[in-house]
């Protein structure tokens, strides 16, 4: 199958502000915000349709992000919605908006079992392989030069424990097509750091072990993998400690270490859509004092684990109470953002400045 791409839109921007990251001339400055806080990149998922209509959610994002990642319009669904036709007018336009605003662009995910157009359940294991290595090499070479790293695989083993996710890849290609979207991303831009990206790992052990023993097979056949990805949507249960452990062990790899969709919650949910337990129905201020101080420790745990060359950086998904996905995925309330229902800086993106080392 040859793709047609359909033209790169990207001109759907009418953004005009400068990147405010001039320092205050006061005595004791302070950040003006993450990115300027921060020793490595700190990035926000933003959908752009949205940040580009909203005035306020576009200062946010950017006054405090040096790097974007597309909530959705780097997906499958959305560049190869339509049979042999490739639509990057959304992931264009995000990305000559972060170019605009001298922010690293990060792309996520070329393979996912999730988020897939239609079409795709009915091909034949063959046709599958072409049209994988054709997608790949169609989409990192349209971006070539202008997207920083991928999530190349993203969600590639089980839920939980340390096996393999039954997708319809795995289940017609094998683990065969992990290595084979490593490469063909590779071919396609050899600058791009490439990402294995996964969930649950810094709280179910045996799931990292599972990817880590996946990582090393990978090296052994020398597959061009940069990087491991984190996605640490957290709840406040989580055990600290157990979060250190695993970055610790995920960093000995000597990888570019990415907590790639950083969220954190009071309530808690089995990791299905709807699935929310919604125990804690209100928030008070002193849970969100609570949640400042997790947030510090997580970025603490992060600068004191990863070494300074393998810190890719941290990305929040969704950065307001308002917009995360968390309540409608999982249907039930909850705060896990560092921004509030109002757009305004919680405790938690207090905390979190801390634990950058302000
Ligand atoms: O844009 C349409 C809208 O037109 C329509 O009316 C509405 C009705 O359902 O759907 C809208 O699209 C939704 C889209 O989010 C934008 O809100 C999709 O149905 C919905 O499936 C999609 O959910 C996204 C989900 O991935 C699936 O792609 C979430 O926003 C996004 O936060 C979530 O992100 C994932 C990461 O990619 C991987 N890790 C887990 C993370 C959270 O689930």
Not at 60 to 76: A, G, P, R, V, Y
């Amino acid at each position: 199958m040859r793709f047609l791409p359909l033209l790169c839109i990207g001109t759907l921007l009418t953004c005009n502000s400068p990147t405010p990251d001039t320092a205050p001339t006061t005595e004791a400055p302070e950040p003006a915000g993450l990115r300027d806080a921060a020793p490595f990149p700190i990035g926000g998922a933003i959908n752009i349709r949205q940040v580009l209509s909203d005035e306020q959610l576009r200062d946010i994002t950017t006054t405090e992000f040096s790097s974007l990642t597309s909530t959705n319009d780097m997906k499958m669904y959305r560049i190869a919605d339509t049979e042999g036709e490739l639509d990057f007018a959304r992931a264009d336009s995000t990305v000559a908006f972060a170019a605009e605003h001298g922010m690293r662009m990060f792309g996520h995910a070329l393979v996912w079992h999730y988020a897939l157009p239609d079409y795709i359940a009915d091909m034949p294991a063959e046709e599958l392989r072409i049209f994988l290595t054709e997608y790949i090499d169609t989409v990192v070479t349209h971006f070539r030069g202008r997207i920083d790293g991928w999530d190349v695989v993203n969600e590639v083993l089980d839920t939980k424990g340390g096996g393999m996710r039954d997708s319809p890849f795995y289940e017609k290609l094998g683990t065969d097509y992990i290595g084979l979207a490593f490469r063909t991303a590779r071919r396609a831009d050899p600058d791009a750091k490439l990402f294995i990206n996964d969930f649950g790992t810094e709280r179910d052990t045996a799931k990292l072990s599972g990817l880590l023993r996946l990582v090393d097979s990978l090296r052994a056949e020398e597959v061009p993998i940069d990087g491991i990805g984190f996605q640490w949507h957290q709840q406040m249960r989580d055990d600290t400690n157990t979060v250190r452990q695993t970055l610790r062990r995920a960093a000995a790899t000597g990888l570019l270490i990415h907590i790639s969709e950083l969220d954190l919650i009071f309530n808690t949910h089995n990791d299905e859509a709807g699935g929310g337990t919604d125990d804690v129905q209100a928030v008070t201020p002193a849970m969100l004092e609570e949640q400042a101080e997790r947030f510090e420790t997580l970025a603490r745990i992060y600068r004191e684990e990863v070494p300074a060359d393998q810190q890719y950086g941290i990305t929040f998904w969704d950065f307001t109470d308002r917009d995360t996905w968390i309540r409608g995925f999982f249907d039930m309330g909850d705060w896990p953002t560092v921004f509030d229902e109002e757009l305004a800086r919680k405790p938690g993106y207090y905390g979190f400045r801390r634990g950058l080392g302000e």
